[in-house]
């Protein structure tokens, strides 16, 4: 197809569609029309040899396996190297500029949506993280003084246990657990928006999503999933940091508070606000973070 001599024009569309396609002398141009439509010479074709990437995002590097795997080759139709869409055009010599349907940035009505639900949530999840914490103190205080009955009991706890605390703290944990479950279903659906933007992420959403639950790596790859989720530079990044710091303080605040009842009230006290503050701030950061997102990937889809 590249290399005919004919004048610019209007002609059949040479790659099957059922309208013309523009030929500007020297290749042919993305646009199109209906046949037999009349209309203008588009004024900016662009050469052959200018790849057109997305204004979104910036121009990624085509891979060099790709193009080795097609030199020496006819011209024909490959995969993108630079994947701005599924087919690109290749020669003989080079890519060209044509491309198939070029794939678009995906709506990001979907997670706009997810994310309402994801701040409300982060609305409850910090307080009920800290009644959690409260909950376990009482039952901390309890395990501390009755420790050397519970140790001759082969640990089978004795009754008398601080059974409201224990419910309260109950409840307060599977609210949590309702939150977190919207924040992720805001956080997957993100994922699969900044996949489809071409952002760079170096995990797949779903993978994205179990990071969360694989242990010793849940301790680094979500937050940097978070980071994946804006542009490389973006400063939203100051934001996840600041909310991933939060939450680590938070887990290791309150996997202390049992051992703190065994040094006394003022550690166990110490301990317990800690891990409650740090819960309802990290709650909040996550909030920032959604609105973040959001606003980032509302400028890319345009």
């Known amino acids: 197809m590249s290399g005919e001599t004919r004048e610019a024009g209007w002609y059949p569309d040479p790659w099957g569609t059922e309208g ?33 990437f997305p204004t979104s995002v910036a121009p990624p590097i085509a891979d060099e396996a790709s193009s080795a795997s097609v030199i020496g080759k006819p011209s024909g139709w490959f995969a993108d190297p630079w994947g701005v869409a599924p ?40 307080p009920a ?3 959690y914490a409260v909950g376990n103190a009482f039952q901390a205080i ?13 640990g089978r706890v004795p009754d008398g246990a601080n059974e409201l605390a224990s419910t309260i703290g109950q409840l307060a944990f599977f609210a949590f657990i309702a939150a977190a479950i919207l924040f ?27 990071s969360f639950f694989i242990p010793v790596v849940n301790l680094w790859w979500p937050y940097q999933s978070a980071c994946d989720l804006l542009p490389p530079g973006h400063p ?35 301990a317990t606000a800690i891990a409650a503050g740090l819960s309802v701030f990290a709650a909040f950061a996550a909030r920032a973070i959604i609105d973040t997102v959001v606003t980032a990937h509302a400028d890319l889809a345009g």
């Open 129 to 131: 993280l800290a009644i």
């Open 20 to 52: 013309e396609r523009y030929y500007d002398g020297a290749a042919w141009a993305r646009s199109v029309r209906l046949q037999g439509s009349t209309g203008e010479p588009p004024e900016a074709m662009g050469t052959a040899a200018d790849p057109v």
């Open 236 to 270: 939203g990044r100051s934001t996840i940091l600041r909310w991933w710091l939060l939450c680590i303080g938070a887990l290791v605040a309150g996997m202390s508070i049992v051992a703190s009842a065994f040094l006394g009230t003022i550690a166990l006290a110490a």
């Open 87 to 126: 087919l690109r055009f290749w020669d003989g010599d080079n890519w060209t500029g044509q491309v198939s349907k070029a794939i678009g940035v995906p709506s990001p009505e979907l997670e706009r949506d997810a994310s309402r639900w994801a701040r409300i949530a982060m609305l409850w999840a910090g």
């Open 184 to 210: 992720l279903m805001w956080f997957h659906r993100s994922a699969v928006f900044a996949a489809g933007a071409g952002l760079p992420a170096r995990r797949r959403p779903r993978l994205v999503v179990g």
């Open 142 to 154: 309890w395990i501390a003084d009755n420790w050397d009955a519970i140790v001759k009991a082969d």
